[in-house]
């Protein structure tokens, strides 16, 4: 029994030590995206989140926010591709993520407006995500 619970957390510990997730954010006014990268051997996820929330001067803005996440692959050395398939839609959100040593950048396309709705958008524009330490 002792060996096979030192088998169990020997195999946790190592998995764990393969996993590394990079942090990025930025604030642009009321909105704020988060974007999680986590590479696990040969797998990368992509986690990204929008959220807006407009003050009182901006009385024709509604709140809104948006999520999404999976697989992503590269497709060149600093250049991430994530496909998500709009389960109310027969269309898919492409975000490409360009990635500096200081943060990223996303570019989206017409069909993740079926995740971030109104304002909210997971592209950045020319503004960068800055990575968390």
Same mark, same amino acid.
């Given at each position: 029994m002792k060996k096979i619970l030192l088998l169990a957390t020997t195999v946790f510990f190592s998995q764990a030590l393969f996993a590394a997730t990079d942090h990025f954010y930025l604030k642009e006014g009321n909105h704020i995206q988060h974007m999680k990268i986590t590479k696990l051997n040969d797998e990368v996820i992509v986690t990204a989140d929008v959220d807006f929330e407009p003050n009182a001067n901006e009385s024709n803005a509604k709140?809104?926010?948006?999520? &999404?996440?999976?697989?992503?692959?590269? &497709?060149?050395? %600093?250049? *991430?591709?994530?496909?998500?398939?709009?389960?109310?839609?027969?269309?898919?959100?492409? *975000?490409? &993520? %360009?990635l500096t040593n200081t943060g990223a950048t996303v570019k989206q396309s017409e069909g993740c407006n079926y995740f971030a709705t109104g304002i909210c958008h997971f592209s950045t524009a020319n503004n960068e995500l800055k990575k968390v330490n």
């Open positions: 709140a809104c926010a948006g999520d &999404i996440a999976g697989q992503a692959k590269f &497709i060149s050395e %600093n250049e *991430l591709l994530m496909k998500k398939h709009a389960e109310s839609a027969a269309s898919y959100c492409e *975000l490409t &993520i %360009n």
